[in-house]
């Protein structure tokens, strides 16, 4: 398997632009996750989906933030306008949740965002 | 809720030595814990997991966890260290009814040739 997928790996952008980073998660699996990294703040869940259905998007920032998964194998989050402050990498994972699965999550590599 | 305190942003080591990062877990059900490592500009790798089976838990690479219910703790452990060691490792927890992980603030393992 490729494992977690996650395009663009950089990107570059001016505040106030839309900005959208995208995910196909391992075949198969049922869950996926997008998290944020930053220095100050770490390793921030900001929302899941089971089966393609938003579960918990508590920690999603704020409105300009948005995230869909049209189907099992592809996923979206868009944060439109951009600002400084959301200048991270931005992780996807996903899991194999059926059953009585133990939550490992297999993580992509990320995309950095810089937004000037 | 969970949550995860990691003690120490940064441990340093010298090749060979023992590695020692700690990881304490705060849980209202029973937990699931998580090792994970990232080296630079990767994503995250598991290196082992406690899911309620043996509390030694063994994972890749040499590393073990041992799960510590009356210390509320999970610290993972190496005997001796490698250059190809220093890396990030973050501790996770979740709950048996979720699959959120909740991750801790991270350790950074530097090794001294």
């Known amino acids: 398997d490729a494992g977690v997928i996650q395009s663009p790996r950089h990107e570059v952008t001016e505040m106030g632009q839309e900005v959208t980073l995208r995910c196909k998660p391992i075949?198969?699996?049922?869950?996926l996750f997008w998290y944020r990294q930053t220095m100050m703040r770490g390793l921030e869940l900001l929302i899941y989906f089971n089966n393609n259905v938003p579960i918990d998007d508590s920690g999603m920032p704020e409105d300009r933030f948005s995230a869909k998964m049209p189907n099992a194998s592809f996923s979206t989050l868009k944060i439109q306008p951009s600002e400084p402050r959301d200048s991270a990498v931005y992780f996807c994972a996903s899991s194999f949740g059926t059953g009585k699965g133990t939550g490992e999550l297999f993580f992509g590599e990320g995309s950095r965002l810089t937004v000037l | 809720a969970q949550s995860v305190t990691q003690l120490g942003s940064h441990v340093s080591v010298s090749e060979g030595a023992l590695v020692l990062l700690r990881c304490n877990y705060s849980?209202?059900?029973?937990?699931?814990l998580f090792w994970y490592v990232q080296y630079p500009n990767q994503g995250l790798q598991l290196l082992l997991k406690?899911?309620?089976?043996?509390?030694l838990v063994k994972g890749i690479n040499g590393f073990e966890a041992e799960f510590k219910k009356s210390e509320t703790s999970f610290h993972l452990t190496k005997p001796s260290a490698h250059m190809s060691d220093a890396a990030e490792y973050f501790c996770a927890v979740s709950a048996y009814s979720s699959y959120k992980l909740i991750f801790g603030s991270g350790t950074r393992l530097l090794v001294r040739p």
């Open positions: 406690y899911t309620s089976a043996a509390t």
């Open positions: 075949s198969g699996h049922d869950y």
């Open positions: 849980s209202s059900v029973p937990p699931y």
